[in-house]
C-alpha cells in the first residue's frame, strides 16, 4: 500500500515496474511500456500499459469529480468498486474485467484491459453494437442478483455484505441527489436544459405532485429494500462489448437495494438512444425484450439448480417443487418477477427525466441531428419517463413495459 | 468497563458500590441495600437492587439462555438493547425506562426500576390490565419507527444505524428461526404441541404448500426491507403497565425491518390472550383499534410537524401539502399505512403459530382452563395465523383485520 498521490503516466509505469506480477503480465521492462490516458466517465483517471507480453487497465481515483474539480469526492470510490469486482465475480464470471491488483493507498485499480472492446454508449450510436448483447445483461443482473440475495446466503452473510457497501455513501448520495431528487426540484441548479423550447415539459413535470408521489415511492424503495447488491450505474457507458463477448464495468456505486433498479437504469438508455435515433426503435425492442427473458431465466435457472444456504426460500423442497407450473411457488415466483418489473418501469422513468434534464446528460442526444430532432427525442424521453413512473405499479410483464415506451 | 462474570445479589451489590452515581440513586452504603432476582424471561438475569435513597434495575447477559442452559448465546445481547434505548429514547421519551449505565465488559444493563409497573402479559391474564394501553403502544411504534426511517434522517445516518443492528446476529437468527421457520416444518425438534389432539392441525399447516409459500414472502419482507428500527420481540411480555404509564422493556432483538413486524406481533398477542379467556374478545377488538389509529396518528403527526432532513419525502412541501386530504401526498399515505396494514396482518399470523407449536409458547393458553378449553383456543389462533399469513395481501384496514380474527 502506497501514499496517495495523483499517478501520471510516468509514475504509473514505476509504479508498475515495482510489483513483479503486474510486470510480468506487461513483459520486458519499465522502457518497453506505453502509458495512455483514456479517461472518459465522469468520475477518475483511466491509463492503459502495454508491454511486450500484455496490457493492463489502471483506475484511479481524485480527489474531486474528474470533469468537475470543484467538487470535491473522497478517494474510496475506486476500493468500492474493487469490492464489487470481488463480490460478484464469481457469480457473472468473465462476464467483468479480472481484477489483478488493488493499491489502498493510492486508490489504484489494475484489471484486465479490454481496449479492444468498445464502450456500448458509443457503439449504440455509431450503429456497430452486435444484436444479442441484452442476453448477456440480463443474465449478468440475474447471476449477480441472485448470488448476493437472501435465496442465495444465510442473512448473516448477506448482511456482512450489505454492511461493506452501506458505507458507499458518497455516490449513493449522487445517486439519491441527481437521479431520485433533483430533476422534479424547481430550484436546483444542476439541472438545465434546452431553453426556451422545453421550458414548458420541464415546468410541467417540475409541478406535477402526483409525479413527485410517485418518485417518492421509488425513493423509498430505492433505499429501503435490500433485495441483492446492484451495480448501481448499469447505463450503456458500463459495458464495454466485443462481438459477444459484453463486460459490465465501473462499479463504484455498488450498494444494496432493489434489482429491478439496474435492469431499469439500462434499459432507459437503450430507449432514450432509440428515441435520438429513430430507426434504432426495432432492434431497442428486441434487446429489451431479449435482456428480461434472460434476466429471469438466469436467475430462475440459479434457483432451481443451486443448494442454497438462504434464509428466504428454506421451506421450499427445491427440486422437487420449484419447478412444477403451477404450485403456489410459481405463483411465488411470478409474483416476485411483477415486482421486480415495476421497479424496473419507474427506475427506468427516473434514469431517462435525469438523463434528460438533469447534471449528466448522454451523447446519444447529440447523435439525433438538428436542434428540432433533438428536442423531439428529449420530449419524448420526459413524456415516457414521466408515463412509466407513474404507470409503474401496473406493468407487469415485457410486453406491457414496451407499450409504455 | 470489568472483566465479565456471571454476577450475583452480592458481587452486583459490590459493584455498584463502586459506582459513585448508582450508589448515590441508591442512597446510603451497600450494607443498607438489598437485591433480589427478578427474572422471568427467556434469556438473561434481571436483579432490582433497593437503597435507602431508590432502586435500580440491573439486566446481565449469560453465555447461554436462561432458560435453556444447553444453548450458548453470545453475552452482547445487552449491549443490542442498550443500544435500541439510546436509539429510541429520543423519540419515545418516557416509554421506555431511562438507561443510567452500560459495562460493556460485564454485558451489564442498569436501568430505572420499574418494579411498581407490571408486566402487561400477566396483568392480562389476571384481567387487571387499565383499557387504553393499545394507544400508548402504537405510539410508541408510530415515534420509534418514525424516528428511524428514511423519511426523518439522511440515508447516511440511517446507514450507520442499520449497520449497528445489523450485527445483531445471534437474536436475529432467533427471530428468522424460531418465528419465520421452525414452525412450518415437519422435522423441527424445537416444535410442540397437543398431542394427539392437535397432531391433524400441525400436519395440514405443515403441508400447506400455498401457506408455505406466504411464509417465504414474509422472510423476504422481514430480512430486506428496512423501513424503521424495529423492536423485534415486541410481546405483552416486553410491556410493564402502570395505570396509564406503559414502558417498553427488553428491544435486545432490535433491528431494521418492515415497521407492520412490531405491530403484528404485538397484536397477535392480544388476540391470542382473547382465545385463551374468551371473555377479553371485546377489549381485545377495542385495543387493537385503538392500537392502530394511535400508531397512525403518532407516525403522521411527526410526518407532518418535524422539519425532516430525510431523503424520502424531500420532495414534499411538508406544512402545504402534507395536510391536504385530497392531495397525491394523502393518497400515497393511505398506500404506505396499507402496506403496513398487509405486513401487520401477516406477521401477526406468524406469531400465532410460533407461539402456539413453537419453541416459545405463551402462559395465556394456561388461562383457559381445562384440557379441551385450551385446545380450541390453540386450535383458533393456528386457524387464524394461518388465515392471516395467506389473506394478509388484502388486509387493507383495522376493520378487516378484525373481521379475520
Ligand atoms: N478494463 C478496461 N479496459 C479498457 N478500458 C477501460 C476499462 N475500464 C474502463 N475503461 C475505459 O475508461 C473509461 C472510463 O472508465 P469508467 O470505469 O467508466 O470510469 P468512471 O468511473 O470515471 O466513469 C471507460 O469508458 C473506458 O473507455
Ligand atoms: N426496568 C425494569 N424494572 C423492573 N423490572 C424489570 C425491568 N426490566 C425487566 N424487568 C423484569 O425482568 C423480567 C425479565 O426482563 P426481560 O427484559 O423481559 O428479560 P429477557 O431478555 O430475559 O426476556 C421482566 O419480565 C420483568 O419482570
Keep these: 500500500m502506497s501514499a496517495y498521490r495523483p499517478l501520471t503516466a510516468a509514475s504509473l509505469i514505476d509504479y508498475l515496474a515495482s510489483h513483479i506480477p503486474l510486470k510480468e503480465r506487461l513483459g520486458g521492462n519499465a522502457a518497453d511500456w506505453t502509458a495512455r490516458e483514456v479517461s472518459d466517465g465522469n468520475l477518475n483517471t483511466v491509463f492503459i500499459v502495454s508491454g511486450p507480453a500484455g496490457s493492463l487497465c489502471c483506475k484511479q481515483s481524485l480527489p474531486y469529480v474528474r470533469v468537475d474539480p470543484t467538487w470535491a469526492m473522497p478517494l474510496e470510490r475506486t476500493l468500492f468498486e474493487a469490492r464489487w ?50 442476453a448477456r445483461i440480463g443474465e449478468f443482473v440475474g447471476h449477480a442478483a441472485w448470488a448476493t440475495s437472501w435465496r442465495a446466503l444465510p442473512f448473516e452473510d448477506v448482511h456482512a455484505l450489505r454492511d461493506i457497501f452501506s458505507r458507499n455513501l458518497a455516490l449513493t ?82 450498494v444494496f437495494g432493489p434489482i429491478g433498479f439496474d435492469l431499469g437504469m439500462f434499459i432507459a438508455n437503450l430507449v432514450m438512444n432509440a428515441y435520438a435515433q429513430p430507426d434504432h426503435d426495432e432492434w431497442m425492442r428486441d434487446e429489451i425484450a431479449l435482456l428480461w427473458s434472460s434476466f429471469q431465466h438466469a436467475y430462475q435457472e440459479r434457483e432451481e439448480n443451486t443448494d442454497t444456504r438462504g434464509d428466504v426460500g428454506s421451506l421450499r423442497a427445491k ?26 418501469a419507474g427506475f427506468a422513468g427516473l434514469e431517462m427525466i435525469r438523463r434528460t434534464i438533469g447534471f449528466a446528460q448522454i451523447a446519444d442526444y447529440d447523435a439525433a441531428g438538428d436542434r428540432p430532432s433533438q428536442i423531439e427525442a428529449r420530449r419524448r424521453a420526459l413524456a415516457t419517463g414521466r408515463r412509466l413512473i407513474l404507470k409503474a405499479g401496473r406493468i407487469d410483464t415485457v410486453a406491457s413495459l414496451l407499450d409504455h415506451v
Excluded at 457507458?237 to 455498488?254: H, K, L, N
Design 173 to 254: 448520495r449522487i445517486t439519491v441527489d441527481l437521479v431520485l431528487t433533483d430533476p422534479y426540484r424547481r430550484d436546483c441548479q444542476r439541472n438545465r436544459w434546452i431553453s426556451p423550447e422545453m421550458d414548458d415539459p420541464v415546468a410541467e413535470l417540475q409541478d406535477d405532485i402526483a409525479l413527485h408521489a410517485a418518485v417518492e415511492r421509488l425513493q423509498e424503495r430505492f433505499l429501503s429494500v435490500d433485495q441483492a447488491l446492484l451495480h448501481g450505474d448499469l447505463h450503456t457507458g458500463s459495458v464495454m462489448i466485443s462481438g459477444d463477448d459484453v463486460r459490465v464495468i465501473d462499479g463504484e456505486f455498488a
Design 85 to 134: 469486482m470481488q463480490s460478484v465475480s464469481a457469480a457473472v464470471g468473465h462476464q467483468i474485467p479480472a481484477l489483478y491488483h488493488l493499491d489502498e493507498g493510492l486508490f489504484l485499480i489494475v484489471m484486465e484491459n479490454l481496449d479492444t472492446h468498445h464502450v456500448l454508449r458509443g457503439a449504440l450510436i455509431q450503429g456497430t453494437a452486435p444484436a444479442g448483447f441484452g
Design 319 to 344: 427440486k422437487a417443487e420449484g419447478r412444477a407450473g403451477s404450485s403456489p411457488w410459481a405463483a411465488e415466483r411470478s409474483r416476485f418477477m411483477h415486482q421486480v418489473m415495476h421497479d424496473l
